[in-house]
């Protein structure tokens, strides 16, 4: 601890919906003393005022007008990131799936993305963070101390999926459509597609437990403070 203390990386962790981001980003920021910067939230948090303000997901300039008139903060707590939209807690709101699917839509404007990525990189140019999201490791921060690509069979993460969403009572067949949907987006849109940066190590969680996916980035981690 005593060696992490001294040095203070910058951890990317990117991936496709489903493949164990967010529970395994946590986990790592909480276990090494980190912050969490959950970069989905912020596209979440956009998607949300979006829903609230009536305006669509594809225009790209009213969607930059309304970043640009946000302050959105991802505030470190004991459950997990707190999500502040202007001051307002939304952070069990953005979970929703109205919103989760708009995020994915909004996520695709190259000027939206831009606007996205200087607010991530001020948040975590200090180190210190484990920063999850889909582009941390090929643009928002393409020279982070790790980079871990974590990724999953689609079968599998479909699964993990509908068992978070079993309690809103969300179809397999639904949430296979949207994951599909989903990855296409992420793959193929213009501005930084998902795709694991060339120095990343690529990790395959399709039969792993949390604990071992856990035990694989912590073993890189402390390699990485020993250079």
Excluded: C
């Excluded at 060339?198 to 402390?222: N, Y």
């Amino acid at each position: 601890m005593t060696e992490q203390a001294k040095r203070k990386l910058i951890i990317a962790i990117d991936g496709p919906a489903g493949a164990g981001k967010s529970t395994i980003a946590s986990r790592l920021a909480r276990k090494l003393g980190y912050v969490n910067l959950e970069s989905g939230a912020m596209y979440r948090a956009l998607a949300l005022k979006a829903i609230e303000w009536d305006a669509s997901f594809d225009d790209e300039a009213a969607l930059l007008k309304m970043a640009q008139g946000s302050t959105i903060i991802l505030e470190r707590s004991i459950g997990g990131n707190r999500v502040l939209l202007n001051g307002k807690d939304i952070s069990a709101r953005i979970r929703d799936r109205d919103v989760t699917e708009g995020a994915s839509r909004v996520s695709v404007h190259p000027k939206v993305r831009e606007w996205m990525v200087e607010r991530q990189r001020e948040m975590g140019v200090g180190g210190g963070v484990v920063m999850e999201g889909r582009d941390i490791g090929t643009k928002v921060f393409p020279d982070a101390d790790l980079k871990i690509f974590l990724d999953a069979d689609p079968v599998i993460r479909e699964q993990r999926r509908l068992d978070q969403q079993k309690v809103k009572g969300v179809s397999a067949e639904a949430m296979s459509a949207e994951l599909r949907d989903r990855d296409h987006r992420d793959r193929t849109r213009a501005a930084s597609p998902l795709a694991a940066a060339q120095d990343a190590v690529v990790l395959d969680s399709t039969k792993l437990s949390e604990d071992e996916v856990l035990g694989r980035i912590e073993k890189l981690v402390e390699d990485k403070v020993k250079l």
